[in-house]
C-alpha cells in the first residue's frame, strides 16, 4: 500500500489528538476518505480549546520524516507532538505525507494551493533547505524572526546558521543534517586516510560518482582549499590555480589506480555506492545517512581526504518552514517549530533517524562512540552545500574537468583552461 500511495503524491494523513499516553498500534484506526487518502486517527478524546485559540494545526511532511513509519524516530516524533497537544488543550495536529519529486511533491502543491485555495495551504513543512530560497521567491513562506521566542539561539553550527537563511531574514529553522563522508572497509584498511599524500599508499580504488553534474566531491576538495565560487559581482567563478591542484591530485590517483577511468560511468551516488557495497572498491565517497542505513560491520567511515589533512565537507539537510497564511496560526506554529528543535528533542529523534544533529549541544548528548565521534569531527568543519544556481552552473564545469582527467585526455593544467573556456572566464597566460 505504501508504494501505490507515494505515487498519488499524497501518502497519508495522521490526525493526532490530544491524549495522556499513546495509543498501540492496535488502536490506530484506519478511515478511507473521499479521495481514497488513509486517515489514521488517535481515537481520544480532545480537551476544549481555550477561547480564541486556534483548534488545529496543519503539518506536511517528506516520506522520509513519516511518523507512521514504525521506526524509533517516527514513534520519538508522535510523541512530541502529542506532547505539545497536550500543553494546547483542544489542539489539534495533522500531518500529511508528501513526496519530494513529481506532480504531487510537496512543493507543487504548495504553489498550487497558494495560487487556487490558501485555506488548503499547511500551516508548516519540512523542506529541504535547498528548496528555501525558491520557496520565499515564489512567496510561499513567511519569516520567523519576529516570532521567534529564541531570535538569538546561538546553539547551531555555522552550517545550520546559514541554512535557514535567505536574503538576512530567517525563513527556516534547520531540523536535521547529511554531509559528505568517506567509507572503507576496515578489514583491508586499518586507518582511514586524512590527507592526499596518505590516501596515495592505500589499496583502492576509490569509488565517487565522477560524472555527476553536481560534481560534489571535485568542488569540496576546491573549497576545502579556499577556491572561490563567485566572483564580486556574485557570477560563477573559478580560482584556476586550485582547480589545478585537485585535478592534479586526480591526475595522481588516477595513475596509481585510487581512482581509475572508470569512475567516469557514475553519474549519481547510489551507482557509485553499489560499487562499494558489492565490494568491487575499498573506499567511497558517500552521505552519511547512505552510510548509516547500510549495515555492515566491514563497513567504516571518516572524514573526506584533504591536502592538509583537516575536516571539511559539505551538508546538506532539512528545516521547518511557516506556510500559514494566518496570522494567529503563524505565532502556534512557531511555537511547535521552537518545540521540535529543542536541544533534548533534536539528540534523540537524530540519533534514532541516522541524521546529524544541527545544534552542537544535542549532538554532546548523543551516546558515546564511533558515530558520535565522528559526527563530531564533521560538524564544525561543515560547510553548507551551494545552491542549485551555482551547482547548475559549475557542477558540470567541474564534471567535465574531472571526467577528462581521470580518462587521461587532459592534464591538470590543459582541463583546468577547459574549464575557464567552459565557464567563460579568461584564460590566463
Known amino acids: 500500500m505504501r508504494k501505490l500511495l507515494k505515487r498519488s503524491g499524497l ?16 488502536d490506530i484506526d484506519q478511515v478511507p476518505e473521499e479521495e481514497g487518502i488513509p486517515t489514521v486517527t488517535f481515537p481520544t478524546p480532545t480537551p476544549e480549546a481555550e477561547e480564541g485559540a486556534p483548534t488545529s494545526l496543519q503539518i506536511w511532511l517528506p516520506e522520509e520524516l513519516n511518523p507512521a513509519d514504525g521506526s524509533a524516530a517516527a514513534d520519538l516524533l508522535i510523541t512530541r507532538l502529542a506532547e505539545f497537544e497536550q ?6 495536529i495533522n500531518v500529511r505525507i508528501k513526496s519530494i519529486d513529481g506532480p504531487g511533491s510537496l512543493m507543487a502543491a504548495l504553489e498550487s494551493a497558494n495560487e487556487a485555495a490558501p485555506l ?34 546561538t546553539d547551531w553550527y555555522g552550517y545550520a546558521q546559514q541554512m535557514g537563511q535567505v536574503s538576512s531574514a530567517t525563513y527556516g529553522l534547520p531540523l536535521s543534517g547529511d554531509a559528505l563522508i568517506l567509507a572503507y572497509r576496515q578489514n583491508i584498511i586499518e586507518q582511514a586516510p586524512a590527507d592526499w599524500e596518505t590516501a596515495l599508499t592505500v589499496e ?20 576545502s582549499l579556499g577556491g572561490n565560487l563567485l566572483d564580486e559581482n556574485g557570477e560563477a567563478t573559478i580560482t584556476p590555480e586550485v582547480l589545478q591542484t585537485v585535478l ?45 542505513a547500510t549495515e555492515d560491520d566491514e563497513h567504516a567511515a571518516a572524514p573526506l581526504p584533504t591536502q592538509s589533512g583537516e575536516p571539511y565537507t559539505y551538508v546538506r539537510g532539512w528545516v521547518w518552514a511557516l506556510t500559514s497564511p494566518d496570522e494567529e496560526q503563524r505565532i502556534l506554529s512557531v511555537e511547535l ?9 533534536m539528540a534523540g529523534w537524530t540519533a534514532a533517524a541516522g541524521v546529524l544533529p544541527p545544534r552542537p549541544s544535542a549532538l554532546a548528548a548523543w551516546p558515546e562512540g564511533p558515530t558520535a565521534a565522528l559526527a563530531s569531527q564533521i560538524s564544525p568543519a561543515a560547510q553548507l552545500l551551494p545552491n542549485a544556481e551555482i551547482l547548475g552552473e559549475l557542477g558540470p564545469v567541474f564534471s567535465e574537468a574531472s571526467i577528462a582527467v581521470l ?6 593544467e590543459t582541463a583546468t583552461e577547459q574549464a575557464l573556456e567552459a565557464l567563460g572566464a579568461e584564460v590566463l597566460p
Not at 11 to 26: F, K, N, Q, R, Y
Not at 87 to 92: D, N, Q, T
Open 204 to 223: 583502492g580504488p576509490l569509488v565517487f560518482p565522477a560524472a555527476d553534474p553536481q560534481a560534489l566531491f571535485p568542488l569540496t576538495l576546491y573549497q
Open 337 to 345: 517549530m521552537e518545540f521540535l528543535t529543542e536541544a533534548e528533542f
Open 11 to 26: 501518502v497519508l494523513v495522521l490526525v493526532i489528538g490530544a491524549c495522556s499516553a499513546l495509543p498501540e498500534t492496535g
Open 248 to 292: 592534479g591530485f586526480f591526475e595522481t590517483s588516477q595513475r596509481a589506480n585510487l581512482m581509475p577511468f572508470w569512475l567516469t560511468q557514475f553519474d549519481n551516488n547510489p551507482s557509485a555506492w553499489n560499487e562499494f557495497t558489492e565490494n568491487r572498491a575499498n573506499l567511497a565517497v558517500t552521505w552519511w545517512t547512505q552510510f548509516l
Open 120 to 153: 488548503a495551504l499547511p500551516d508548516i513543512v519540512a523542506m529541504p533547505h535547498t528548496e528555501l530560497a525558491a520557496s520565499v521567491d515564489s512567496d510561499l513562506l513567511y519569516p520567523l524572526d519576529d516570532l521567534l521566542v529564541a531570535a538569538d539561539d
Open 407 to 412: 580518462k587521461q585526455e587532459a592534464n591538470a
Open 87 to 92: 500543553r494546547h488543550p483542544g489542539l489539534r
